[in-house]
């Protein structure tokens, strides 16, 4: 699975972003993460490509939202009511399997990232 973001920008604090990933290939969990400078990867929220269930960090929760378009190709984070903290680089990750959480070892395709600066 090939993944390809797009969407980043610098925004100030209460705005809107939203993230696109354009995947190539088959998976069942559609994920974004972010990665601040030195803190972990984060997972944010994640989306089973079969049901549409999704699942999302107590920190974005009402906040962002993770959808498909009706192709299943490409898979968005719409990023609203940003705050200083969201920044970071944001990464889409793709899996195959029942798994379908934020755990980033889980994931075995990445993007090669976008940066979302909030200030």
């Known amino acids: 699975v090939q993944l390809v973001e797009s969407g980043g920008g610098s925004v100030q604090t209460g705005g809107s972003l939203r993230l696109s990933c354009a995947a190539s290939?088959?998976?069942?969990?559609m994920g974004w993460f972010r990665q601040a400078p030195g803190k972990e990867r984060e997972g944010v929220a994640t989306?089973?490509?079969?049901?549409?269930?999704?699942f999302y960090a107590d920190s974005v929760k009402g906040r962002f939202t993770i959808s498909q378009d009706n192709t299943k190709a490409t898979t968005f984070l719409q990023m609203n009511s940003l705050k200083p903290e969201d920044g970071a680089m944001y990464y889409c990750?793709?899996?195959?399997?029942?798994?379908?959480?934020?755990?980033?070892?889980?994931?075995?395709?990445w993007g090669q990232g976008t940066q979302v600066t909030v200030s």
């Open positions: 990750a793709a899996k195959r399997g029942l798994y379908c959480g934020t755990r980033a070892a889980e994931f075995g395709y």
């Open positions: 290939g088959y998976a069942t969990c």
């Open positions: 989306l089973r490509t079969g049901s549409g269930s999704t």
